[in-house]
């Protein structure tokens, strides 16, 4: 089985700070997603990436970057952290020869 | 874009019991409409899918159901167990992005 890992489970971060989640898949999978879930809204795609160095604006791009400068990790940038990007932040992998689509265990980030 | 709509949002099912979630979706090039499991504290897990040339998909206790024409897809779970309980989210493939409802809370009481 794919494994997703996320660097961190828990995170406190202050208001207007940099923040890096980081996203690690050990199968070699070309896609890879950066989700935001929220209660009452479901899953919602910040950014995904189809390659090394490539990526595509998902539905909630506004005050995210994205950084894949290897094939295994996908980094996800918060350039100045606000209370409103308080979220769980789920990674997923998949092969772009197979529709299914693997997860992270997410990171659950609290800006105050 | 795609729009994904899940219900019902809580679900309570005595254990034994059957549990139907359903999800309607609207764009009719959606090929691909899977079915996750996220318990508490921990990411999706993919538990059944069905690709849009298939009207049913079955594997042991799980079943998936596909209606093209009506644009929704079921799930169903038989003979449910405490350890089903959890939330259940829905999605739909368009192109090379999914788009997800927005979850069933499933609480099977003892």
């Known amino acids: 089985d794919v494994k997703v890992t996320q660097s961190s489970r828990y995170l406190v971060k202050r208001t207007g700070e940099k923040v890096f989640l980081e996203c690690v898949q050990d199968?070699?999978?070309?896609?890879m997603f950066w989700y935001r879930q929220d209660p009452g809204l479901g899953l919602r795609l910040i950014y995904f990436?189809?390659?090394?160095?490539?990526?595509e604006k998902g539905d909630i791009p506004e005050g995210y970057s994205v950084s894949r400068e290897k094939k295994e990790r996908f980094s996800l940038i918060l350039e100045s952290a606000s209370t409103n990007q308080t979220s769980m932040y789920l990674c997923?992998?998949?092969?772009?020869?197979?529709?299914?689509?693997?997860f992270g265990p997410g990171t659950r980030l609290t800006v105050t | 874009g795609e729009n994904v709509e899940q219900h019902p949002s809580t679900l309570s099912v005595q254990e034994g019991d059957s549990a139907v979630i359903k999800c309607t979706y609207s764009?009719?090039?959606?090929?691909?409409f899977p079915w996750y499991k996220q318990e508490l504290g921990k990411g999706p897990q993919l538990i059944i899918d069905?690709?849009?040339?298939?009207g049913e998909k079955k594997d042991q206790r799980i079943a998936v159901t596909l209606n093209k024409t009506a644009k929704h897809f079921s799930l169903h779970i038989t003979e449910t167990q405490p350890e089903d309980s959890a939330v259940y989210f829905c999605?739909?493939?368009?192109?090379?992005?999914?788009?997800f409802g927005t979850g069933t809370s499933l609480t099977v009481i003892p």
């Open positions: 997923a992998a998949r092969d772009s020869s197979s529709y299914e689509q693997y």
């Open positions: 199968m070699d999978h070309e896609n």
């Open positions: 990436s189809y390659d090394v160095k490539m990526k």
């Open positions: 764009d009719s090039a959606s090929n691909y």
């Open positions: 069905i690709r849009s040339n298939v």
């Open positions: 999605a739909a493939k368009t192109g090379n992005q999914f788009y």
